[in-house]
């Protein structure tokens, strides 16, 4: 997705991985050369260079997926009889959103899948809905699931602007690894859920505070947390030096406290 009129371009990372220039084919059959600017592994995207582009960046706001909607996957290539390679049109429906998946050994949040897997090549691709709103970038044309996975556009296009504009996507940092709370472990606490702490960091915001190994992290501000992508969204929409409250449960015992993420 081109962001701008100078020639910036948001890719899905998988696509730029092991490499710093590619080569962008036009609908003419030419081709610009691109440098690598930066990749963010947090939300699987990357920020492209293009020198002497005269076009024009995406305009039109990005629509939230829902499960059940019909999409329509643009860029995937296909070889034709005569043997030159043209772009088709591959038709899906959004079969989940608000999913986690590991994408090139990352951990990625707050994905969305399609009801069957792309060809590989799908990867990168623009997803867009009956009126042509764009919905998300594939990340992985056969997930876990053998299904395809997708960042939705919103997230994407913000991480790219972010690349573009500072070199790196910046969250506030609690300093915790987490995992989903067993569900077997959640109703012993009579909670509908939560993040279980596996790490705090040494001396990090989270070890500041006194949140320790096997506490469950239940809410940040306002906000439940239901697993472990619940919490990294919530931090996610957090800048370095903001003030969270986060409350969590250590046994039979509730604490909170104002932390200052890093």
Known sequence: IWLDDEGTVAVAAPLAAGTSSLLISR?????????????DATTGMSVLKVEQYGGSGMDQAAAPP??????????AEALAANGETTQRVVTATVSAAGLRATVDGSVLHDLFQLDRALPAEAVGSVVVDASGTVLGIVLDAAGADDLAVVAPAAGALEAARAL???GEVAHGHLGVQAVDLDPAVAELLEVPGGAHLTDVEPDSPAHGADLRV??????????????ASDLVMSLRSEPAGATVTV???RGAEE????????
């Open 27 to 39: 609908p003419d059959g030419s081709h610009l050369s691109a440098e690598l600017v930066a990749t």
């Open 66 to 75: 829902s499960a059940g909607r019909p999409v329509a996957i643009i860029g």
């Open 164 to 166: 573009r504009d500072e």
């Open 247 to 249: 409350r969590w449960r």
């Open 255 to 262: 604490a909170a406290a104002s932390i200052r993420l890093d």
């Open 214 to 227: 096997d506490d469950v992290i239940v809410a940040v501000d306002d906000q439940p947390i239901t697993g």
